[in-house]
């Protein structure tokens, strides 16, 4: 689903153009893993039983900041962690040595690589250490490590992570771990009391309270598009090191991810962003069960609501989402949704503006059935939708995952895996291997190959699946060249082929 900007949308971000939106964070790197995880059902079943059943919803009557902030954070706190991260950073050759005479103290050859450090937060979700944090927080790192409040250290693999909502699920081998309430962020209020826990500035375990100063923010953090923004806005102090800790209501659940600010200092300047927990329960549930994040998509371009297309549809007042066009074929389509149609609700949910709609139509799977009510003629209507994914595809959500095919070669610095059908679709392949992940400096990368490349030939015959790959490089010894047949997708979703060259290294064994 496309969302198209009015010009009154424009307007406003001209308007807004002095204040960055900046993204809370003292790393911006990335790492990705093959851990494997196959639960018998949904991670946060057993955070269902509120941990603060003597708390009381705050009320003109019985708030009491001397008691209430102190006995929920008593209870919090031990499950928001630390998250520190690492990434080797290749360092190049420095000529001021040379010229003031000096001898470097690090070997000059231009290989050597520094350690560079950065610091978020995390919130722990299961008693056997399933760690729920921001994409940015853990995207392109090296090493992962989490901090509890008991000064117990674990290392940390990335389970998944989805760049669309900025949420990432981490892993670490752990037993009998304090875990958060996840709440129903739908229930939010402008106005309620809240805290945001996290390691702000290098300062762990910080908690700050504040209100929700506004739902349903959109501040243009992820790129458009499809990205999902849907922000909870608090004037809780948020600052770089929250990222991926708790923003928590006065019940002691937890209703958000904390993930930006918006700063023209990149420090905490009055407003604060964090991640509705529904969006977040959405991917993670996505993530545990098939390892990647499987969205609901209606297939239309949508665009707000003014009071000028509201006059021209024969509406009272600017209320719903304006599709403006229909992908041919697609979910929508198929359902007879058209162009012009006011989108009301969602199973009986109001939306009022373009990223609502996106955020409540993304928490579901490709394959479910939701309830549409839009407006059209001066009058109602109510259409069942069955949601296809970004390519079209309708899947159960009940399907499993495929099974995987793994071949780790060190020496090239590759992780391969055999297509999908879907996949095998989706690139117009009868056989392949998708490139799961690159070692960094590695053959592979030096030769250009990326992660989501598919290779389909190896010096001109064809690679059908893992083993075929592994086969041809049976004849190849080190210095020897192999020319590689690549397929990539372009940001238009159309296929592109290239052709590298990739020279076998020396063996490390």
Known sequence: ???????????????TIGIVVGVVMTSNFGAHSS???TPTGTIYTENTVRMVQDTQPLTAGNFNPGTQFVDIVEKVRPSIVSIYTVKMVKMGKNPFYEFFGRKNPIPDDGNHEQRQGGMGSGIIISKDGYILTNN????DTDEINVKLIDHREF????VGRDPKTDIALLKVDAEDLPISVLGNSDETKIGEWVMAFGSPLNLTSTVTAGIVSAIGRNVSLLGGGDAIENFIQTDAAINPGNSGGALVNLRGEVIGVNSAIATRTNYYMGYGFAVPINIAKSIIDDLMKYGEVRRGYLGVYIAEVTPVVAKGVGLDKPIGVLVTSLQKGRAADQAGIQSGDVILKVNGEVVDQPNELQAKVGTFNPGEEIEIEVWRDGKTRTFKIILQDKDGE???SAKT???KTHKDLPELGLNLQDLSTRQLNQFDLDGGVVVVSVERYSAAAEAGIRRGDVIYEMNGKTVENVRDFND?????????VVKIKIRSKLENQTNFDRL???EIPESKN
């Not at 689903?1 to 308007?15: N, T």
């Not at 940015?136 to 995207?139: A, F, P, Q, S």
């Open 394 to 396: 309708t899947e159960l």
């Open 401 to 403: 995952k495929p099974e």
């Open 155 to 158: 290392k940390a693999e990335i």
């Open 35 to 37: 851990l494997g995880a």
């Open 1 to 15: 689903m496309r969302h198209q900007k009015s010009p009154f949308a424009l307007i406003a971000g001209l308007i």
């Open 136 to 139: 940015h927080v853990v995207d």
């Open 500 to 502: 590298v060259f990739m």
């Open 472 to 480: 041809s490089l049976e004849g190849f010894k080190s210095g020897d």
